[in-house]
């Protein structure tokens, strides 16, 4: 039984549903996080994109403007080239960097 302690509020200590969800299915993993800063017509991008979606990866596309500068992606990844990936909140890199992770993965 998943009985909450009997506490102001409601906590969902117990019965949360990512609980709910390791009870159910402990086999069951969470995909972590993905983001891709893009550009737009990079085929790098797409590259990235495209390597995703073939191994049934969910992300988020952080699409930068055409005229944008990339100051604020070197700040975060260390590069100022697009696109840079990043999963789980670790910097994987560009297109090639991506496609070597998921390889060893």
Do not use: W
């Not at 073939?54 to 699409?63: A, R, S």
């Not at 100051?71 to 999963?87: K, W």
């Not at 560009?94 to 993965?105: C, H, K, V, Y």
């Amino acid at each position: 039984m998943f009985v909450e302690p009997n506490k102001l509020g409601d906590p969902f200590e117990v019965s949360d549903a990512d609980t709910m969800l390791r009870y159910l299915a402990p086999e069951f993993k969470v995909q972590e996080s993905v983001s891709v800063f893009t550009k737009p017509g990079c085929p790098f991008c797409t590259k990235a994109k495209q390597l995703l979606m073939d191994h049934g990866i969910q992300y988020e596309e952080i699409v930068l403007g055409q005229d944008a500068t990339t100051v604020s992606l070197r700040a975060v990844s260390g590069r100022a080239t697009v696109p840079q990936v990043f999963i789980g909140g670790r910097h994987i890199g560009g297109s090639d960097d991506l496609e070597q992770f998921l390889l060893s993965a």
